[in-house]
């Protein structure tokens, strides 16, 4: 079953001679408990798409339909209830609430929903993101890869059927990204999540079911050939990033 599509999507930033057509007419159909992997070089309109499939950036021109409705399509409200239900985002630069400590942001969108999280299922979020010490320390005490993980519990605590995650593992080392690329896995499984996933990784992108290649705000041709192929691009890109110089044993184990 497809859970999300995209007809036509298109984003362009500015007007006249300064506009940058960041997304152009993309069509991707994803299907429901699919792990999908977006690669694709630094301004090739990652971060652009993945807002607009996640319904916080409306798009200049197409749709975007989640279990055929029309998203864009709802006022303003009712999207906004759509985010909080069905989506969980993981944001490239985090978006913590400065004045809120680690627990309430990750229990944020559990509270503009009106829905208490039990204690115990908070307390397992901040175990698994190994966030114990610092509980109630608030963004600015954290370091970067703490706030990444506080923005990933925050995205996870409401089990979203969507889970939409840009570069989830971007500021950790080795072993804390494979942890959160595993725990991503389990959750994927567990609760039948369709996770979309933005990653310079190769190795965490090749654990996926499929790769979606961007480049240049379009989707690379071909991306239901072999994975081999569609990274192979990746490999001159991402070279030289101590993020890409993982243990692929240790990865898979
Ligand atoms: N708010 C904005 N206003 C104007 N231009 C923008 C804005 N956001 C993004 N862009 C431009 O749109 C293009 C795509 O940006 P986007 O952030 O989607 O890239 P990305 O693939 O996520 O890159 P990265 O890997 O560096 O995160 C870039 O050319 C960028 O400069
Ligand atoms: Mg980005």
Do not use: W
Not at 57 to 83: C, H, M, W
Not at 234 to 239: K, L, R
Request: glycine fraction near 8%; aromatic fraction near 4%.
């Amino acid at each position: 079953m497809v859970i999300l599509r995209t007809e036509n999507l298109c984003k362009t930033y500015g007007k006249n001679e300064n506009a940058v057509q960041a997304v152009k007419n993309v069509n991707i159909s994803i299907e429901k408990g699919e792990f999908v992997a977006i690669v694709g070089s630094s301004g090739s309109g990652k971060s652009t798409l993945m807002h607009m499939l996640g319904g916080v950036d409306r798009p200049t021109s197409g749709k975007v339909f989640v279990e055929d409705q029309d998203i864009y399509a709802l006022n303003d409200d009712k999207l906004a209830i759509f985010r909080r239900r069905q989506v969980g985002l993981i944001y490239q630069f985090y978006n913590l609430i400065p004045v809120l400590n680690v627990e309430e942001n990750i229990t944020l969108p559990c509270e503009l929903d009106h829905r208490t999280v039990e204690k115990e299922a908070l307390d397992e979020m901040v175990k698994s993101m190994g966030l114990e010490a610092v509980r109630t320390h608030l963004p600015n005490e954290l370091s970067g890869g703490q706030q990444q993980r506080v923005a990933i519990g925050r995205a996870l605590i409401t089990k979203p059927a969507i889970l939409l995650a840009d570069e989830p593992t971007g500021n950790l080392d080795t072993k804390n990204g494979n942890e959160i690329m595993e725990l991503l896995k389990a959750s994927n499984r567990k609760n039948k999540q369709t996770v979309i996933m933005i990653t310079h990784n190769l190795d965490l992108a090749k654990q996926a079911d499929r790769i979606i290649h961007i480049e240049d705000g379009m989707i690379r041709d071909g991306n239901d050939a072999r994975m081999d192929e569609n990274v192979a691009g990746m490999e001159e890109s991402a070279a030289g990033t101590d993020e890409n110089v993982t243990e692929t044993d240790e990865a898979k184990a």
